[in-house]
Nanobody, 125 residues
Framework: VQLQASGGGSVQAGGSLRLSCTAS????????MAWFRQAPGKEREFVTA????????YYADSVKGRFTISRDNAKNTVYLQMNSLKPEDTAVYYC???????????????????WGQGTQVTVSS
């Protein structure tokens, strides 16, 4: 099982990036998928998640209205569209998958069984 995250880079504040997370050995339509991020010197934090049942996505307050998670089942890929980027969005972004995610745990790192390797996003002011 492998989750391959890509699409990171360096942008100026106000810019946009789209991250991709492609799964091999798993089917993203059957898993709940999430994005987390870890800034230097900080703990890894929840960004967004979408349940396998295709209910409304959940977002951290810090990214609500700016970030959008989506899923392309045909490509077995989950995306994170990031708009209006801010310097405080600078972090390594990780995708994660869970076959048994529950609502009360979706913001917890240990709720996800599978993790990608991370992709760096740097936003300059």
């Amino acid at each position: 099982v492998q989750l391959q995250a890509s699409g990171g880079g360096s942008v100026q504040a106000g810019g946009s990036l789209r991250l991709s997370c492609t799964a091999s050995g798993r089917t993203v339509s059957r898993d709940s998928m999430a994005w987390f991020r870890q800034a230097p010197g900080k703990e890894r934090e929840f960004v967004t998640a979408i349940f396998r049942s295709h209910t409304m996505p959940y977002y951290a307050d810090s990214v609500k209205g700016r970030f959008t998670i989506s899923r392309d089942n045909a490509k077995n890929t989950v995306y994170l569209q990031m708009n209006s980027l801010k310097p405080e969005d600078t972090a390594v972004y990780y995708c994660a998958a869970s076959a048994r995610l529950i609502l009360s745990s979706l913001r917890r790192n240990d709720a996800y069984e599978y993790w990608g390797q991370g992709t760096q996003v740097t936003v300059s002011s």
